[in-house]
């Protein structure tokens, strides 16, 4: 049974810095492409970033591009991502998520992924 728990999430102001962390088990991690995703109230669930099996390549979102930076470690089955100088208008719940396609890619649309986190919420106070 696959599982993602996601954790570091919180309240931060603006300009102020947050890790999140989201925990794999059940699957071979190593071979999964990894993904955050945020979803704000009244608004559609988004991509953030992307990580390809051994984080060759990676995606970012315009909006956090040069804020926040994945990454994982394959040997605790963790993924990670560093958001740096937050907006309030990254406050959303932030999700983890897990895609099994074969081979070193990244991975940008919902539908591309098959295993989601509960999610971590995020808020950015002015």
């Known amino acids: 049974q696959v599982q993602l728990v996601e954790s570091g999430g919180g309240l931060v102001q603006a300009g102020g810095s947050l890790r999140l962390s989201c925990a794999a088990s059940?699957?071979?991690?190593?071979?999964?492409?990894m993904g955050w995703f945020r979803q704000a109230p009244g608004k559609e669930r988004e991509i953030v970033a992307s990580?390809?099996?051994?984080?060759?390549?990676?995606y970012y979102a315009d909006s956090v591009k040069g804020r926040f930076t994945i990454s994982r470690d394959n040997a605790k089955n963790t993924v990670y991502l560093q958001m740096n100088t937050l907006k309030p208008e990254d406050t959303a719940v932030y999700y983890c998520?897990?895609?099994?396609?074969?081979?070193?890619?990244?991975?940008?649309?919902?539908?591309?992924?098959?295993?989601w986190g509960q999610g971590t919420q995020v808020t950015v106070s002015p």
């Open positions: 059940g699957l071979t991690f190593s071979r999964y492409t």
């Open positions: 990580i390809s099996w051994t984080g060759a390549r990676v």
């Open positions: 998520a897990s895609d099994r396609k074969f081979g070193e890619i990244v991975t940008t649309t919902l539908a591309g992924y098959d295993y």
